[in-house]
């Protein structure tokens, strides 16, 4: 938007089938406690409509080729068998559509979605796409629904992955975080126990769009929990079995978690394992404080040992580092804050584009205090928790300060 | 009597968002019968390009000359609507939004029945509103493509950079002797401990030498009038009070130290060798010598959040970037004195950073810094020595620690005279004296005063890299705003009826946006149609109903209360 608002044409490359990334998937954010979906979307269609800005969702970068000032991309974009220039996402297609499939991605497992899907209600563009591996024409050749219902014949079966040619003067990587997969937590029960859910799990039950429309209703039995375990540092700063750096957003968003828990739920008990409460931020030592005095979360300074099932419950063993006890807590439900892992997709795409990244594979910014937007190859910039874990302001503060370099540089050629 | 009109009516079904709650069929057979209706049809999704065809073609078969969208909320599709209308030739300003998604279908869920009168009330209501809408043409305002950076360290420095470099003028403001702020103090940086000295050179070099920057030392902006992208500025120098027309400003005015004196508890000003962390960067510079004997410092206890996180006596917030500094300095120490002690009191460590995590453990690991949690209670000296007490939280037992000097990492507080320099730009500041950001998640570089933006710790506590970051993206935003040929300022702001008016001055004091003033010789208030936003405030203050709001006025408020009451 910083870009194209001062007059600049901008090609944007988004790997899923509509923009928005992560921050569509939140509640509310701290600490304001502001809906997240209220104050993106607007956003997201101020990219979708403006003239200057020109999306390839479903797509992805397939190699670039130039330099500084003329590079020429080329763009892989994914088959959606839906004809997007004559569907006029009116949505029929997803209400007819027979195959119900579990979104793994979107709602993290929790909810469902149809084999024709948008990822949102609101996405942008709103245009479906069709996952073959589910489509029962696809994997057995018969059903035809959404063809059959769909009023302006935008279906298309035989579509074919298509590449694309863009010719641009700067790049900017914004490619964003994964969670580490639940799996990798054997002490955690590796993703084998349905009430021990990850925190963007977590955030879908929040939701007031998402799969339970807002209701704290546990996997296993769909039951209203009333004891929650939040287990921070999962994954993170544990050099001997996994991460050894801080994901630098748990901690605010567990507070959140744990908040937004009793405000839902206010019978129920919160309680949060940490190892150091890092709340540096504008309004967050403030924001922890709160949940403390006046929503009654309960702070363990401890980490977690071994969860396990027991009698319908998730049973955590720690210990208390202030008192020294061990602590034994039968939990109804388990949120883990699981450590931020950079997408799988950025090591290809580094290599792709000429990039260096970290041994954790972060993309390597080319001065870590003085040159923190700059890749180190020219006229690529980079922006977001692609290089390292980064809450939304700090993120959207960087990604403005990307667009300004690269206004910078427009703007010396005229 | 009422104006007659012709407006067209369209009611979106959102997918199932509204039409799964309200029975859009009906309200649109209701609406039909309304007079001066000339239209009205229901859509799945009216944003799409067949919804808005569906308008545009309405507009020209059936000669509309107001339109209602019965959608979402407005910060949506108003303009996408407003955008459509237009190109089949009813101006912007005669389309309205009827919100029946989040003031209607959302809200009221279990309850289709009401659901769907209420919608058909709110369209009723929004079609009075229509009905007597001006027809308006945006205000477009010229700018000055020049900025007025405040601060010279190295948020201001990065922002003036940025903005040079794209071709535009600056001027750089900064109220000490030289360019480079705090940077210029510290000895060497996380992670990597490399001194600051050369980078920062090289940056003071570019904007000393840059043909656009015009650098103004020990200099203070005094005054500021204007509006964004016609600001004038007045700036006391060495060589007298200046003048600049600037269309943008950016106050990258930094931080400072909460004072020595005022940690009594830890025996603030009272003891020369208890020194702030600002001082040790000095030392770890010049030498490790004692303040009060010139002694080698042998041992060191630094006690973190002095007057952060402590709501009763001090900061209630975390003050973000001493953690690091001080595993930095602590490594720093032991790399300079091998043999000598390091203890650490800290409440939580917060390395929340890229290779923050890794850094602190190699302080604890290589450096053998003892680190100790727990806040400390008091500092003293007695016989020459430093004497630090407090809590091992982890074990429970207390702790005295004894040292040859102590180190406080002091909360980091607002600059001096931010508070001025605020109501100068008439920007505001949080709690603390630091600028307030427009947005805490979406706008963190714009302040809620068009054309003036936030660089840096001015904001909040910040380190290197961040603020970097930050100043980059606020020279963004003003290079956003220099890149328009004018600027487009909405119409509906507000306007006088002269002849109503009695020149009492009410709507002067209720403008927060300082828009309105009494005409010098004329008796009357008028408007700056550049500052104001279309707020009301002043609608609502006036008695004689002369100060008024375009496209929201008591005409049309009557008109629209009248419908619902009816």
Not at chain 1, 185 to 192: D, F, K, R
Not at chain 1, 209 to 215: E, F
Not at chain 2, 384 to 408: K, Q
Not at chain 2, 484 to 511: D, K, W
Request: hydrophobic share 40%; glycine share 8%; with cysteine.
């Amino acid at each position: 938007m910083d870009i194209a608002n001062a007059g600049y044409e901008v090609v944007v490359v988004e790997r899923l089938p509509s923009i928005g990334g992560h921050m569509l998937q939140l509640s509310e954010t701290f600490p304001t406690l502001d809906c997240s979906q209220c104050i993106l979307t607007p956003r997201t269609v101020e990219v979708g409509r403006h003239e200057k800005i020109k999306l390839y969702t479903y797509s992805e970068v397939e190699s670039l080729e130039g330099e500084v000032g003329n590079f020429r991309v080329r763009i892989r974009r994914y088959p959606s068998y839906v004809n997007w220039d004559i569907c006029t996402g009116c949505g029929v297609c997803q209400e007819k559509c027979p195959k119900r499939v579990i979104s793994t991605d979107f709602e993290r497992g929790i909810g469902k979605r149809k084999a024709i899907y948008t990822l949102s209600p609101q996405a942008v563009p709103n245009k479906p796409v069709i996952d073959p591996e589910n489509c029962l024409y696809f994997t057995q050749g018969k059903c035809r629904v959404c063809e059959r219902f769909c009023p302006v014949g935008a279906i298309d079966y035989n579509q074919k992955e298509r590449i694309f040619e863009e010719e641009v003067g700067a790049v900017i990587v914004a490619t964003g975080y994964e969670l580490l997969p639940l799996t990798e937590l054997g002490e955690y029960g590796a993703g084998t126990i349905p009430d021990v859910i990850d925190s963007l799990a977590f955030e879908r039950l929040l939701s007031a769009s998402g799969p339970t429309a807002g209701k704290i209703l546990r996997p296993s039995d769909g039951k209203e929990p009333k004891v929650v375990v939040f287990v921070q540092c999962a994954g993170s700063r544990d050099p001997e079995r996994h991460m050894p750096y801080c994901s630098k957003i748990c901690c605010m968003y567990t507070a959140k978690h744990a908040m937004l828990y009793k405000h839902r739920v206010h019978d129920g008990q919160a309680i949060i394992f940490y190892i150091d409460i890092r709340s540096a931020g504008k309004g967050y030592e403030e924001f922890i404080h709160r949940a403390v005095t006046e929503d009654r979360v309960l702070y363990i300074r401890g980490k977690v040992a071994r969860l396990y099932q027991e009698d319908g419950k998730v049973v955590v063993r720690g210990v208390d580092t202030l008192s020294g006890r061990q602590v034994e807590i039968a939990a109804d439900l388990v949120v883990l804050a699981v450590a931020m892992v950079p997408r799988p997709e950025t090591r290809a795409l580094a290599e792709k584009l000429g990039l260096r990244l970290d041994e954790h594979g972060f993309l390597e910014e080319e001065d870590r205090n003085f040159a923190p937007l700059e890749s180190g190859r020219p006229g690529i910039f980079l922006a977001g928790a692609g290089t390292g874990p980064k809450d939304i302001p700090e993120t959207v503060s960087q990604a403005s300060g990307a667009a300004g370099k690269v206004l910078s540089l427009f703007s010396q050629w005229g | 009597m009422k104006k007659m009109a012709r407006i067209g009516v369209f009611v979106c079904h959102c997918g199932f968002n509204i039409a799964g709650v309200v029975d859009v069929k009906r309200v649109v057979e209701e609406i039909k019968k309304l007079p001066d209706v000339a239209f009205a049809a229901d859509y799945k999704y009216m944003c799409s390009e067949p919804g808005q065809n569906l308008i545009r073609q309405a507009i020209k078969e059936h000669k509309l000359d107001g339109v209602v969208v019965a959608a979402c909320s407005p910060s949506m599709h108003e303009v996408t609507f407003r955008k459509a209308a237009a190109s089949a030739g009813v101006n912007p300003y005669r389309t309205e939004i009827a919100n029946i998604r989040e003031q209607v279908s959302w809200p009221h869920q279990n309850y289709p029945e009401e659901a769907t009168l209420k919608a058909i009330e709110v369209i009723r209501t929004i079609i009075e509103k229509v009905r007597y809408d001006e027809s308006l043409i945006p205000l477009g305002i010229p700018v000055i493509k020049k900025a007025l950076v405040i601060g010279g360290g190295i948020a201001g420095l990065t922002v003036a950079l940025d903005i040079a470099n794209a071709g535009y003028p600056v001027i750089l403001v900064e109220k000490g002797e030289e360019l480079g702020g705090k940077v210029r103090r510290l000895s060497g940086l996380y992670i990597n401990f490399n001194a600051p000295d050369g980078f920062l050179e090289e940056k003071i070099k570019a904007v000393m030498e840059h043909p656009n920057v015009t650098v103004l030392t020990r200099s203070e902006v005094k005054e500021v009038g204007g509006y964004v992208g016609n600001f004038i500025v007045k700036v006391e120098t060495p060589s007298g009070e200046k003048a600049f027309d600037v269309g943008a400003i950016v106050v990258a005015t930094g931080f400072d130290l909460y004072p020595l004196q005022a940690l009594g508890e830890y025996g603030g000003g009272r003891y020369p060798d208890v020194i702030t962390a600002l001082e040790f960067e000095r030392m770890l510079r010049d030498g490790l010598k004692r303040p009060s004997d010139g002694k080698e410092v042998k041992s060191v206890a630094f006690v973190q959040c002095a007057g952060s996180r402590d709501p009763q006596r001090h900061r209630p917030y975390c003050s973000k970037i001493c953690c690091m500094y001080i595993a930095k300095q602590a490594s720093l120490f032991k790399q300079k004195v091998p043999d000598g002690q390091a203890l650490v009191f800290y409440i939580d460590i917060r390395s929340q950073g890229k290779k923050y995590e890794e850094f602190v453990q190699r302080a604890i690991v290589d450096y053998g810094v003892l680190y100790i949690r727990g806040k400390v209670a008091r500092v003293y000296e007695e016989g020459g020595r430093v004497f630090v007490r407090g809590v091992d939280t982890l074990s429970g037992r207390p702790v005295e620690a004894e040292v040859d000097l102590a180190v406080l990492a002091n909360a980091v507080v607002a600059s001096p005279g931010t508070e001025e320099l605020a109501k100068r730009l008439r920007v505001a500041t949080d709690a603390f004296g630091f600028f307030q950001e427009a947005h805490p998640k979406l706008r963190p570089v714009e302040s809620l005063t068009a054309g003036v933006f936030i660089a840096g710790a001015a904001q909040f506590p910040k380190d290197i890299p961040e603020t970097i970051a930050q100043a980059s993206g606020a020279a963004a935003k003003v290079l956003g705003l220099f890149a328009q040929r004018e600027l487009i300022q909405e119409p509906t702001v507000a306007y006088v009826v002269e002849e109503l008016c009695s020149g009492c001055g009410l709507c002067i004091e209720a403008c927060p946006y300082e828009a309105r003033a009494l005409h010098p010789w004329k008796g009357i208030a008028t408007v700056n149609v550049a500052l104001c936003q279309g707020c009301g405030a002043c609608a609502v203050v006036c008695p004689n109903k002369a100060s008024r709001v375009r496209n929201f006025t008591p005409l049309q408020y009557l008109a629209m209360v009248e419908e619902i009451a009816r």
